[in-house]
């Protein structure tokens, strides 16, 4: 059973850093890419950053490259988006979500299972 738990979520000033977190279990994490996706109040899912379950691949949206990191900790237990330089138009629920493959996909519809989500919120 795929269960993804995120966390890290909060409130920042412009310039800030936040850690998000996507709990999962070693089975999910050794056989699934991870992918980071946010939505705004009125706004569609966007793609945000993925890692496959290699960690070998990667990728970015161009707003967040340079400013987001992904990545997954040795133990195996979760995936984290180190998020710095924040700014308000980073303001979203950021989800993160699971597709079993050995590839990474920016298309939110290539992902089977979601968390959550967690409320970030960058004031200017």
């Known amino acids: 059973q795929v269960r993804l738990v995120e966390s890290g979520g909060g409130s920042v000033q412009a310039g800030g850093s936040l850690r998000l977190s996507c709990a999962s279990s070693?089975?999910?994490?050794?056989?699934?890419?991870i992918g980071w996706f946010r939505q705004a109040p009125g706004k569609g899912r966007e793609f945000v950053a993925a890692?496959?379950?290699?960690?070998?691949?990667?990728a970015y949206s161009n707003s967040v490259k340079g400013r987001f990191t992904i990545s997954r900790d040795n133990a195996w237990n979760a995936v984290s988006l180190q998020m710095n330089s924040l700014r308000p138009e980073d303001t979203a629920v950021y989800y993160c979500?699971?597709?079993?493959?050995?590839?990474?996909?920016?298309?939110?519809?290539?992902?089977?299972?979601w968390g959550q989500g967690t409320q970030v919120t960058v004031s200017s």
């Open positions: 979500a699971a597709e079993r493959t050995v590839r990474v996909h920016t298309e939110d519809s290539a992902y089977d299972f």
């Open positions: 070693e089975r999910t994490l050794r056989t699934h890419t």
């Open positions: 890692l496959s379950w290699s960690g070998s691949d990667s």
